[in-house]
């Protein structure tokens, strides 16, 4: 596609549950970043991917939250066990390398705990 | 830790009003600087950035320069119009931490007819 794809748009979990959030990246960027967006405020940092490597996951806020990209295309954010503060907009972004390469955001998933 | 901070908003404006956003960041490093905005229901767009001291990045009237000695990046647009409004987003990256972006909060701007 010609832009950075994410799914679901919306989901809503019970407390307890585990979700994974899936997003595409436009074709043939090298880098990938996860962000978290709580309701007003300004997207904060999860993980990054160079290809299939995960160089920086220094934002993950628990070992409830984990992040894959094994081919180094599709990323897929898991959170297990989910808890009501997970409740937030999640961004995948796509770059074509790294630093001063404009990011490419997607429209997000907005995950809903209950 | 490297941060951003923004004005606070929301910011209410009338058409053809002249607009300033401030921002100021700290940092450990020698970071590039953007904005980026998010319009209603949309996601997350750039909208100008700037990497080194006294560039000016500009795009679709707006405008922000590069301050190292008041480490700012204002946002400043010369004659807003109704579809300007939206989320505005001031942001750095540093090159040894792989292009992460450190946001702000936000600023909100209304523009009224």
């Known amino acids: 596609g010609a832009g950075v794809s994410q799914s679901p748009r919306y989901k809503v979990a019970k407390r307890g549950q585990d979700v994974a959030l899936r997003c595409d990246p436009i074709s043939g960027h090298v880098s990938l970043f996860w962000y978290q967006q709580a309701l007003g405020q300004g997207p904060e940092f999860l993980t990054y991917f160079q290809n299939e490597a995960q160089l920086d996951k220094s934002g993950l806020p628990s070992d409830r939250f984990f992040a894959e990209r094994p081919e180094g295309s599709v990323s897929t954010l898991k959170i297990q066990r989910t808890q009501q503060e997970d409740s937030a907009v999640y961004l995948c972004?796509?770059?074509?390398?790294?630093?001063?390469?404009?990011?490419?955001f997607g429209d997000g998933t907005r995950l809903s705990i209950l | 830790g490297d941060s951003v901070t923004q004005m606070e908003g929301p910011v209410t404006l009338s058409e053809e009003a002249f607009l300033t956003i401030n921002c100021t960041y700290t940092?450990?490093?020698?970071?590039?600087l953007f904005w980026y905005v998010q319009y209603p229901g949309e996601g997350l767009q750039l909208l100008l950035k700037?990497?080194?001291?006294?560039d000016k990045g500009s795009n679709k009237g707006f405008e922000a320069t590069y301050r190292k000695e008041t480490t700012s990046f204002h946002l400043e647009k010369g004659s807003v119009q109704v579809s300007d409004s939206a989320v505005y987003f001031c942001?750095?990256?540093?090159?040894?931490?792989?292009?992460?972006?450190?946001f702000g909060q936000g600023t909100e701007l209304s523009v009224k007819p």
């Open positions: 942001a750095l990256s540093e090159r040894n931490q792989g292009g992460k972006l450190i």
């Open positions: 700037a990497t080194k001291a006294d």
């Open positions: 972004a796509s770059s074509l390398t790294d630093f001063n390469q404009p990011q490419h």
């Open positions: 940092a450990t490093g020698y970071p590039s």
